[in-house]
């Protein structure tokens, strides 16, 4: 099981965080830390239940991560392994996930594939979502995968669709021409583009696209 005990920082003090494996106690929390995250128009059928909390810590509890920040929980991370082949890269998020149940999760899968990272508005400003990234990093190297994978949203896409296609918007984040709520965080966080997926996710924000996101094992060649 994993667990990780540091300090953040809120401007210059020292704030105590752990990041541990959620259990089911921490199940109300984790739903209302989604509210906070996805409100409307993100659609509320995509929040978690108790039923997807269940497989996730029952399937694969390596890949279900949360934060404390002094003892209050302020965000999570989920994971399951798939068997990821880059030659065909085309998915939804619907279809990789079991729609957030992780039925087809796969324990001799080669790619940890990122269900969800959720961090509660009021903590955004310490840094969370950069250290969870890193403990399921800690979790590909430990369990000898090839790479993490998870395709992000595009927020910011709906405010330029009209002058950019996808691909574009994504080139010009990557320029630095366009800050991304997600994709200029997941770079920020070591991750790389693989490719934009169309009909990734039911998401008006994004146009219902994804840009699938990898960081790859340093210590697999």
């Not at 404390?68 to 399951?80: K, R």
């Not at 729609?99 to 796969?106: A, F, L, M, Q």
């Not at 994709?183 to 583009?193: E, K, V």
Request: net charge negative.
């Amino acid at each position: 099981m994993y667990r990780k005990e540091f300090y953040v920082f809120d401007q210059d003090k020292p704030v105590p965080a752990i990041i541990r494996n959620y259990t089911e106690e921490d199940f109300t929390n984790l739903i209302q830390i989604q509210q906070e995250c996805f409100p409307p128009p993100f659609p509320s059928e995509l929040w978690w239940n108790h039923e997807q909390l269940k497989n996730h810590i029952t399937l694969f509890p390596e890949g279900a991560l949360c934060i404390e920040v002094d003892g209050e929980l302020a965000g999570s991370m989920t994971g399951l392994l798939v068997n990821f082949d880059p030659t065909h890269p085309d998915h939804t998020w619907e279809e990789v996930t079991a729609n957030g149940y992780i039925t087809n999760h796969d324990p001799k899968g080669n790619t940890l594939y990122v269900v969800d990272i959720s961090v509660r508005p009021a903590f955004r400003k310490l840094g969370l979502g950069k250290w969870l990234m890193s403990s399921m990093y800690d979790v590909v190297v430990h369990l000898g995968l090839d790479r993490l994978l998870g395709g992000g949203r595009m927020p910011g896409y709906h405010l330029k669709s009209s002058e950019l296609t996808a691909e574009q918007y994504l080139d010009a984040i990557v320029k630095g021409e366009v800050k991304d709520p997600v994709i200029t965080f997941l770079l920020r966080c070591g991750r790389t583009p693989v490719k934009v997926v169309a009909n990734y996710l039911d998401d008006e924000e994004s146009c219902h696209y994804g840009t699938l996101m990898e960081w790859k094992n340093p210590f697999k060649i």
